[in-house]
Nanobody, 122 residues
Framework: QLQESGGGSVQAGGSLTLSCSAS????????MAWFRQAPGKEREGVAT???????VYADSVQARFTISLDNAKNTLYLQMNSLKPEDTAMYYC??????????????????WGQGTQVTVSS
């Protein structure tokens, strides 16, 4: 089970940190991901991190967002800086056991949280 928090409304240039708490999970390898979906658009990958600590970022958020995983707290984070209006979306965290890229079509078996809304005003 996954539960996101930390969304809200900020002005452009501001920062937010999203959190995703997860039920304790045991697996030899896993991937935790942040995806987002804006109204009228498809869900898109933002950033991923696997159990080895390897990360992947979408070009649109590279150098602005940082994904991290606190295994002791079973919590995934997304630090978002220099936010832009185009970052406005519902943000979802997901757990995937077979793939850790940004292709949403390879998350068919993933577990998702309910999402947290991020709104960035200009």
């Amino acid at each position: 089970q996954l539960q996101e928090s930390g969304g809200g409304s900020v002005q452009a240039g501001g920062s937010l940190t999203l959190s995703c708490s997860a039920s304790a999970y045991t697996a030899s390898w896993y991937c935790m991901a942040w995806f987002r979906q804006a109204p009228g658009k498809e869900r898109e990958g933002v950033a991923t991190i696997d159990s080895d600590g390897d990360t992947v970022y979408a070009d649109s958020v590279q150098a602005r967002f940082t994904i991290s995983l606190d295994n002791a707290k079973n919590t995934l984070y997304l630090q978002m800086n220099s936010l832009k209006p185009e970052d406005t979306a519902m943000y979802y965290c997901g757990l995937n056991l077979v793939y850790c890229g940004l292709n949403r079509r390879l998350y068919n078996q993933a577990i998702w949280g309910q999402g947290t809304q991020v709104t960035v005003s200009s």
